[in-house]
Each structure stands twice: as structure tokens, then as C-alpha cells.
């Protein structure tokens, strides 16, 4: 799980959305914003459409989040939202969160 102080909260996911761009997948779409301040700050929504149940859309929330974590050191600074659109037991969901970060250039190499 990645730190508290690299994860939005409600309130900070509302006031960027509006002016963010963004980039779709298959599972995910990535909203972004960079920023020129010295940490990254990740979050996860995942609708009840997605997933009835909470249980299961904090499963998916993790799974992301822990995606997130092996790269924390190469995340450029930014701010940025994954949204679920679909959902898939697989690990593809983590595969494809890197490779929008990727497709956005908030991966460095």
C-alpha cells in the first residue's frame, strides 16, 4: 500500500478533476496533473457499477495501489487518478496501470 501522503483524498480528486487530462485503457482510465511539487500524490476509484460489493472495490484499490508501489521511486511528480471501468481478476489490471503511467510519461526510466 502506498503511503498516506501519496494518496489523494476526496476533496483533492474533486477540485482536479475538472482541469486534468487524461488517457484511456481497456480496465483504467489515468487523470493526471503535473505538478511541481517534490512527491506524487496516486488515487483509485472504483464505481459500484464495477463492483457491488465494497469489499471487492477495495480489493481493486489495493491491487492498484500495490502496483504502485515497486515504481514509487520513478513516478515523476504529478498528481493522478485511476478510474476502474472494468474489472478483471486477473493481473492485468496492475500491468495496465503501469503502462498508462508509462503512455503519459510519469514513468521515468
Do not use: C, W
Not at 53 to 66: E, F, L, P, T, W
Not at 90 to 103: D, G
Amino acid at each position: 500500500m502506498l503511503p498516506k501522503k501519496n494518496r489523494l483524498s476526496r476533496k483533492e480528486i474533486l477540485g482536479f478533476l475538472p482541469r486534468a487530462k487524461s488517457f484511456q485503457g481497456k480496465f483504467l482510465s489515468l487523470h493526471f496533473i503535473p505538478l511541481k511539487d517534490n512527491l506524487f500524490k496516486a488515487g483509485v476509484s472504483v464505481s459500484k457499477k464495477v463492483a457491488k460489493s465494497a469489499v471487492k472495490r477495495n480489493s481493486v484499490r489495493r491491487r492498484i495501489y500495490r502496483a504502485l508501489v515497486p515504481h514509487q521511486n520513478r513516478i515523476s511528480k504529478a498528481t493522478f487518478l485511476f478510474v476502474v471501468k472494468n474489472f478483471d481478476n486477473s493481473n492485468s489490471l496492475t500491468e495496465e496501470a503501469v503502462s498508462l503511467l508509462k503512455k503519459a510519461n510519469l514513468l521515468k526510466d
